[in-house]
């Protein structure tokens, strides 16, 4: 009849089935849905598959720019050099060095920039002698160092865009003085007898920072009862001098057996050994001095001597404390005052007989 057959019969199984006929609305708007929430998560599948693919590139090759190391001396010798040096890795073709920057405290003073000409640009920053010759693309030398030289270092590398990727570090210098003589020690006697001040000065000049003093008798520190303090003071160009005192009864415990050449023929002398040490970051200058003890005589020394002389002769004894007084009386019986007086008298004698 020239019309769209609708419906039909299957005449093996008796269902109806339909042909030439498109899908339902409601179906076809489903699929569109699906087809517009498949495409979304298709394109987040693939960045996260590229992100993972670089990243496990990356971590193989080891690729990346790093700063290795920074070189700082905590210490530096007022006066003296110091070197600084920066290590680096670019870790790839794909990164092109753009700066290396160093700076003070903050401000710059050293920028190497390789597709600049000149390649090298210096900034003054106080504190900072730059030697140029001995600079360049991994260190600086700094020269004639100052106590302004002191401070935080740090050293900032960059690659070129797109990345542009920066590292950096930081590391602290001091600038130090240490003495340039031994410390000076004042005040001490060559002997001392027992129940004596022994009393001292040990000072160490120019020095930065100021020197830590110690006293030690024979080889013991002493506790800060035997000593005295006072405070540093300036001495000039930033230096500072610094001083301990020393004040102690002598005993008999503070002396002990002398070495053989100090010791006396006649008897075993005793000696004590008072020794200063200035020390400043870890570098030690010390000044020694040795005393003898003047002891009493002993009860062996008072005993009397026997003189013999030849055959036959008398057998004397001396006796010293006797001979002393002896001694003393002549000189009191012969002093010039006793004999005017004595003249004196014997004139007035004579003067009353006649």
């Known amino acids: 009849m020239g019309a ?6 299957n ?3 008796g269902a109806v089935t339909k042909t030439g006929t498109q899908p339902p609305r409601w179906e076809r708007m489903r699929s569109r849905k699906a087809n517009h929430r498949f495409k979304p998560s298709l394109l987040l599948t693939l960045t996260f598959a590229a992100l993972f693919h670089k990243g496990a590139v990356g971590a193989a090759s080891g690729s ?3 700063l290795l190391e920074l070189r700082v001396p905590e210490k530096a010798e007022l006066g003296e050099s110091a070197t600084l040096e920066c290590k680096f890795e670019l870790g790839g073709d794909e990164d092109n060095l753009y700066s290396v920057k160093w700076y003070k405290d903050d401000h710059e003073f050293f920028r190497y920039t390789p597709d600049d000409m000149p390649h090298i640009q210096l900034f003054p920053v106080a504190g900072v002698n ?8 991994s260190s600086v030398t700094l020269r004639d160092l100052t106590f302004e030289s002191s401070g935080s270092y740090r050293c900032e590398v ?18 130090w003085a240490p003495p340039r003589a031994d410390p000076a020690v004042e005040g001490l006697r060559p002997s001392y007898s027992v129940g004596d001040l022994v009393a001292g000065n040990c000072t160490s000049a120019s020095s930065f920072p100021p020197a830590n003093l110690t006293w030690f008798l024979n080889g013991r520190q002493l506790d800060r009862f035997s000593v005295e303090f006072f405070s540093p003071w300036p001495d000039g160009a930033g230096l500072q001098t610094a001083r301990l005192g020393l004040r102690f009864r002598a005993d008999t415990e503070h002396f002990r057996d002398a070495r053989p050449a100090a010791a006396s023929p006649s008897h075993a002398a005793r000696e004590l050994e008072l020794r200063c040490v200035a020390t400043v970051q870890e570098v030690s200058r010390q000044r020694s001095v040795r005393a003898l003890l ?7 020394d008072q005993r009397p001597a026997k003189i013999e002389g030849g055959r036959g002769a008398a057998t004397c004894t001396a006796y010293p404390g006797y001979s002393m007084w002896a ?11 006793l004999l005017a007086y004595r003249g004196q008298h014997l004139l007035r004698e004579q003067q009353i007989h006649t």
């Open 4 to 9: 769209l057959q609708k419906t039909g019969r």
């Open 130 to 137: 730059l030697d140029e010759s001995e600079s360049g693309l």
């Open 294 to 300: 003047l002891a009493p005589p002993s009860l062996a």
């Open 158 to 175: 960059s690659t070129e865009a797109p990345d542009f990727k920066t590292v950096l570090k930081n590391r602290f210098m001091a600038v």
């Open 11 to 13: 005449t093996d199984s």
């Open 64 to 66: 990346g720019l790093k």
């Open 327 to 337: 001694i003393v009386i002549i000189a009191l019986l012969l002093s010039p005052e």
